[in-house]
Structure formats: C-alpha cells, structure tokens
C-alpha cells in the first residue's frame, strides 16, 4: 500500500495540494522530496539540463546591481544630508525655546496659571457634588413615587370593595323594606 501511494505522488497526474497528507504519511523526514526552484524558468531549465544561461544570467544581474550601488550610496548620502538639514535647526530651536521658559518665566503669570487651575478643580468638586446630590434626590423621589402609587392601588381596591359592600348592604336593606311592607298590607 505504501509503494503503491509512493507510485501515486510521483505520477505526473498527482496534485502535491490535494493530498498534502498523504505526502506526510508516505515519505519520512530524510525521503521527502525537496523543491529547489523558484520559478518556471528554474525548472525548464534544470530539466534542459541548461544551467549556463541561468548562470549567465545571475552574473548580469549581480553586475547590475553593482553598478547602481553607487548611486545608490551617493543618493542615500544626500537623503542624510537632508534630513540632518531639517532636523538640527528644529532641535536647535526646542533647545532655545527651553532655555527662554528657564529663564524668563512669568513667576505673576505662572501664579495665576496655578490659581485659576485650582479654582478650576474647586468648581468641579462642586459640580460633581451637586450633581450627586441631585441623583440621589432623584432616586429618593422615583422610591416615594413607586410607594404612593401602591398606596393608591391599594386605597382604590379598598374602595371598591367597600362600594360592592355597600350596594349589597343597600340591597339587603331594600329587600327587608320590600317584605316587610308586603307584609303589612
């Protein structure tokens, strides 16, 4: 059974990402067939057994690339140039502009940043504390309106159930005045 799957993925019929585990079960670590080509043109060409031009054609390319490597570090320099002609005098002015607020700070002004911070948090505290307050009176109010509303409920059923005793205490009363006047004639 395993020649017989061995057979199978070397056929040329076989599809290496259909049956990806039977690749794992068949071949173990030291038989598993290694791919080494990175393209279409690699394969054709190992299976031409033309492995000058591919040779050739690494030596153009690796001397291309040697070429342009100049420029590139001349463009790269520049690039570093720039970016030190942009960044130094930024730096250089955050520098001054530390030394300025070091030396000529306002301590008046600096004062009154401080006092209105303070009364800015003062406020708040009372703000925040007010709005509490209003919560829970809030709350309180929403607890008392649920009480009455069964309170209501309550009196409304008590209601009702003394006028059903009343009608039927008033009919009684008809009914004993009924009687005795028919008894009476």
Do not use: M
Request: net charge negative; glycine share 2%; proline share 2%.
């Amino acid at each position: 059974d395993r020649d017989r799957r061995r057979s199978r993925l070397n056929s040329v019929y076989y599809d290496p990402f259909e049956q990806q585990e039977d690749v794992d079960e068949v071949f173990n670590e030291e038989e598993r067939p290694t791919f080494t080509w990175e393209n279409e043109k690699t394969l054709v060409s190992d299976l031409l057994h033309d492995g000058y031009e591919q040779e050739h054609e690494d030596v153009k390319l690796s001397s291309l690339a040697d070429s342009i490597q100049a420029a590139f570090s001349v463009h790269s320099k520049e690039l570093l140039d720039d970016v030190a002609d942009t960044l130094v005098p930024a730096v250089n002015l955050v520098k001054h502009g530390h030394q300025v607020l070091n030396d000529q700070v306002d301590d008046s002004f600096a004062l009154g940043v401080f006092e209105f911070d303070e009364a800015c948090k003062k406020l708040e505290a009372v703000t925040i504390s007010s709005h509490n307050e209003l919560k829970k009176a809030y709350r309180t109010s929403q607890a008392r309106i649920q009480d009455l509303l069964k309170q209501l409920e309550e009196a409304c059923t008590r209601r009702d159930r003394l006028w059903v005793d009343f009608e039927a205490a008033l009919d009684d009363i008809r009914g004993y005045q009924s009687v005795s006047l028919s008894t009476t004639c």
